[in-house]
T-cell receptor, first 114, second 113 residues
Framework: DSGVTQTPKHLITATGQRVTLRCSPRSGDLSVYWYQQSLDQGLQFLIQYYNGEERAKGNILERFSAQQFPDLHSELNLSSLELGDSALYFC?????????????FGPGTRLTVL | KNQVEQSPQSLIILEGKNCTLQCNYTVSPFSNLRWYKQDTGRGPVSLTIMTFSENTKSNGRYTATLDADTKQSSLHITASQLSDSASYICVVSPRSSASKIIFGSGTRLSIRP
């Protein structure tokens, strides 16, 4: 158990809909990262937050957005969903926001868009 | 363009045998290189992390090596066990942008009894 929690575990929705994925980092970790992993694909970095502020952006679509709240939990919002958005979405956390720190991954949320 | 390439894409070996997975990267300069193990449908778990000045790092039956001159890393697994069946991912962090780490596509390892 990495100490990172993600909810929900599974999510099934329809095209055009909007969903919110939630992540709670390890106790004490200030940085949260979001990743997308499509079937049989590698992990794609989406976005990073550090202590409530956006720190880095990767290949995140404009239909996607994220935020980190004062209690350090983070939410990833996916809107106007398309079939191709079906994937595993992982959240990871680390201590001080630098990738020098090991990232601890949550169990993921499996999103299925029908 | 910063890239991380892993080989082989997939590998099947018998339980008890050793194997070596390869990672070639073009990220330069880089800060650190990590190997992760990812069980199917689960989050990746860190196995080793090496800075650019380190040559080798061990974690039980897992030993990672790094050659910064040739920009190659390898992960050696000794006395493989059925539980080693997983994807192994090489991850490199550029020194210029510590947050934009680059993931390899992974090697899928299957251990057969």
């Amino acid at each position: 158990d990495s100490g990172v929690t993600q909810t929900p575990k599974h999510l099934i929705t329809a095209t055009g809909q909007r969903v919110t994925l939630r992540c709670s980092p390890r106790s004490g970790d200030l940085s949260v990262y979001w990743y997308q992993q499509s079937l049989d694909q590698g992990l794609q970095f989406l976005i990073q937050y550090y202590n409530g502020e956006e720190r880095a952006k990767g290949n995140i679509l404009e239909r996607f957005s994220a935020q980190q709240f004062p209690d350090l939990h983070s939410e990833l919002n996916l809107s106007s969903l398309e079939l191709g958005d079906s994937a595993l979405y992982f959240c990871a956390s680390s201590g001080n926001g630098s990738s020098y720190n090991e990232q601890f991954f949550g169990p993921g949320t499996r999103l299925t868009v029908l | 363009k910063n890239q991380v390439e892993q080989s082989p894409q997939s590998l099947i070996i018998l339980e008890g045998k050793n194997c070596t997975l390869q990672c070639n990267y073009t990220v330069s300069p880089f800060s650190n290189l990590r190997w992760y193990k990812q069980d199917t449908g689960r989050g990746p778990v860190s196995l080793t992390i090496m800075t650019f000045s380190e040559n080798t790092k061990s974690n039980g039956r897992y030993t990672a090596t790094l050659d910064a001159d040739t920009k190659q890393s390898s992960l050696h697994i000794t006395a493989s066990q059925l539980s080693d069946s997983a994807s192994y991912i090489c991850v490199v962090s550029p020194r210029s942008s510590a947050s934009k780490i680059i993931f390899g596509s992974g090697t899928r390892l299957s251990i057969r009894p």
